[in-house]
């Protein structure tokens, strides 16, 4: 059993910062890929930001320069820091993490987040 709890999402002005977490906890071996989606209202929900196991990343084009994803392996965590907030990044965030479960496993099964809400507005 895996669980992930989101925490860091609010109300926020136009030109500011928040900054989400997402920590896992149960029967963990290693955390693959670990990645932050978001979805909009009556809109599909869209990848923001992504990072590897070898701290590669990838960022959506409406995010870059704005939005910083990291990890931190020890605390089985990944932080995505947001910058300089427009309304249009309102959303209920999620994370999405690739876990595998024990040794010798060559697969990874996908967790999902409960969401946090991230309203932008002045």
């Known amino acids: 059993q895996v669980q992930l709890v989101e925490s860091g999402g609010g109300l926020v002005q136009p030109g500011g910062s928040l900054r989400l977490s997402c920590a896992a906890s149960g029967t963990i071996f290693k955390i693959d890929v670990m990645g932050w989606y978001r979805q909009a209202p009556g809109k599909q929900r869209e990848l923001v930001a992504a990072i590897t196991s070898g701290e590669g990343t990838n960022y959506a084009d409406s995010v870059k320069g704005r939005f910083t994803i990291s990890r931190d392996n020890a605390k089985k965590t990944v932080y995505l820091q947001m910058n300089s907030l427009k309304p249009e990044d309102t959303a209920v965030y999620y994370c999405?993490?690739?876990?595998?479960?024990?040794?010798?496993?060559?697969?990874?099964?996908?967790?999902w987040g409960q969401g946090t809400q991230v309203t932008v507005s002045s």
């Open positions: 999405k993490l690739h876990i595998q479960s024990r040794p010798g496993s060559i697969s990874t099964t996908a967790y």
